[in-house]
């Protein structure tokens, strides 16, 4: 039965390919994401927002110091980790436009403190609490994140 | 003891965190932003890291809800509110732009500074400057409310 046999053939390709996609990848990535935030909240009690625990470690006044930064530690581990497991730093493509770059990082720092949180404490951890307040933060800096992107484009500013 | 294993457990999930973002690949800012451009070349990566990351966090917040307190700590501390102000939208449209800009937010951006590359300690550094900027600001806002409170008494 060639007919069959090319079927499950290609059907093995189909697979293989779709285990090779880094859709799948980014996956298991996220779902690791979320047992960090799942572990932070049931041993220490507290949402893992990113922007909240980079100030709260800015703070000498903040009795949860050590533990931010011992979290903003363990974020700059991470990669190194990955390094060691998978014999290749993640592969990363930055902008050279650094004047742009340092803009965007003040709106970064500026907007997810007032705003109360980023993608990690709105996104993942909000969106999973279904709190409005969340909803409404990660609704708005998505749409002004396209909105950013596509104007970019527009006017040729990379 | 108890203030060990909670430095011990914030370093253990800062590294997961850190883990799963260099292996869902959102430490590259270019599948940021490829995944904010959908009228151009779209990248539909950072739907399935936020698919998977809620997914589990949701299964985490399911079962602290049947704890009565955290592992390490007497309670849990979440956040309460639930009404959408001004505030809290102006602040996330600013982050998009900036988000939009760069590629990069708080999570990335810190875990990035390990390769080692310079854009990254640039934007780090400006982002702290801001996050410092926002909390003084914020501080400021409160201590003018509290004198005009008593302006008026």
Known sequence: MPGLLSCRANLE???????????????????????????????????????????????????????????????????????????AWPVVHIGA???????????????????????????????ARLSPRSIAAVVTFLIAGIITVASMNALGVA | MTASARILAA?????????????????????????????GDF??????????????????????????????DCAFHLPTRKDVDLRLVTGAAIFGVGWGISGLCPGPAIASLALGLVPTFVFAAMMLLGIVISDNWRKAARLGARQDADAQV
């Open chain 1, 13 to 87: 390709t189909l697979m293989a390919s779709l285990i090779s996609q880094t859709y799948l990848q980014s996956l298991a990535g996220g779902a690791l994401i979320g047992l960090a935030s799942a572990l932070y909240l049931l041993l220490d009690g507290r949402v893992a927002g990113v922007s909240g625990i980079l100030s709260g470690s800015l703070r000498a006044s903040d009795e949860n110091q050590s533990r931010n930064i011992a979290f903003v530690l363990g974020l700059v581990l991470g990669p190194v980790l990955y390094r060691l497991g998978f014999g």
């Open chain 1, 97 to 127: 436009n650094l004047r742009l770059l340092a803009l965007a990082g003040l709106f970064v720092g500026f907007g997810t403190c007032l705003g109360c949180g980023c993608t990690s404490g709105h996104g993942v951890c909000g969106l």
């Open chain 2, 11 to 39: 370093l253990v999930a800062g590294a997961i965190f850190g883990f799963g973002l260099s292996l869902s690949g959102m430490l590259d800012p270019a599948r940021v932003r490829g995944f904010l451009d959908i009228a």
């Open chain 2, 43 to 72: 990248d539909p990566s950072l739907a399935f890291v936020l698919a998977g990351a809620v997914a589990v966090s949701s299964f985490g917040y399911l079962i602290s809800r049947r704890l009565q307190r955290p592992a390490l």
